[in-house]
Antibody, heavy 121, light 109 residues
Framework: QVQLQESGPGLVKPSQTLSLTCTVS??????????WSWIRQPAGKGLEWIGR???????NYNPSLKSRVTISVDTSKNQFSLKLSSVTAADTAVYYC?????????????WGQGTLVTVSS | EIVMTQSPATLSVSPGERATLSCRAS??????LAWYQQKPGQAPRLLIY???TRATGIPARFSGSGSGTEFTLTISSLQSEDFAVYYC???????????FGQGTKLEIK
């Protein structure tokens, strides 16, 4: 079955760019009618959707983060990536990647295990 | 932005009893509502999509209902492994976006 795994630096300095990659295994990122999303969760808090990408390259972003977010896809590597610029301590969170089903309704399944990113000097 | 409000914030229930969790949307989301379970240190796990369809492998004691703005997740007979935080999630078609509720923590009474 499809599995997702996040990777990237666990520590980022304020004002710099956070970069994460999600590797999809057990299936092709290009198969099926799926979007691929990033979601984050600050410690002890709820979930916030960051944005998504389709394998065509089409993207949608959370309006509250849109000016700082870029999501890209590399189908040859079966990966998609997140870049979040000008980070502050408020961007410290566990970042998850997830497959998004778009079949009449929309939901996320499966999710990666998550990776903690801390913004600190 | 559609705001999702879950209640209660914390629910204390004894094993074997029924738990009822609520999720309200600030405007209609039709049946585009999913529920997730999250245990400490783990990623969320999909339980219900389309408001009432159980995901693959989810036990029958989990059921979802509702449409429009009012939704309910019911766990008919709580098992020890069910104590966790539960989130609802909606999808808005335009502009495309998702929002989650703030979560309900289900704890052992």
């Amino acid at each position: 079955q499809v599995q997702l795994q996040e990777s990237g630096p666990g520590l980022v300095k304020p004002s710099q760019t956070l970069s994460l990659t999600c590797t999809v295994s057990g299936g092709s990122i290009s198969s099926g009618s799926y979007y691929w999303s990033w979601i984050r969760q600050p410690a002890g808090k709820g979930l916030e959707w960051i944005g998504r990408i389709y394998t065509s390259g089409s993207t949608n972003y959370n309006p509250s983060l849109k000016s700082r977010v870029t999501i890209s896809v590399d189908t040859s590597k079966n990966q998609f990536s997140l870049k979040l610029s000008s980070v502050t301590a408020a961007d410290t969170a566990v970042y998850y990647c997830a497959r998004e089903w778009v079949v009449v309704n929309n939901w996320f399944d499966p999710w990666g295990q998550g990776t903690l990113v801390t913004v600190s000097s | 932005e559609i705001v999702m409000t879950q209640s209660p914030a914390t629910l204390s229930v004894s094993p074997g009893e029924r738990a009822t969790l609520s999720c309200r949307a600030s405007q209609s989301v039709s049946s585009n509502l999913a529920w997730y379970q999250q245990k400490p240190g783990q990623a969320p796990r999909l339980l219900i999509y389309g408001a009432s369809t159980r995901a693959t492998g989810i036990p029958a004691r989990f059921s979802g209902s509702g449409s429009g703005t009012e939704f309910t997740l019911t766990i008919s007979s709580l098992q020890s492994e069910d104590f966790a935080v539960y989130y609802c999630q909606q999808y808005n078609n335009w502009p495309p976006s998702y929002t989650f509720g703030q979560g309900t923590k289900l704890e052992i009474k």
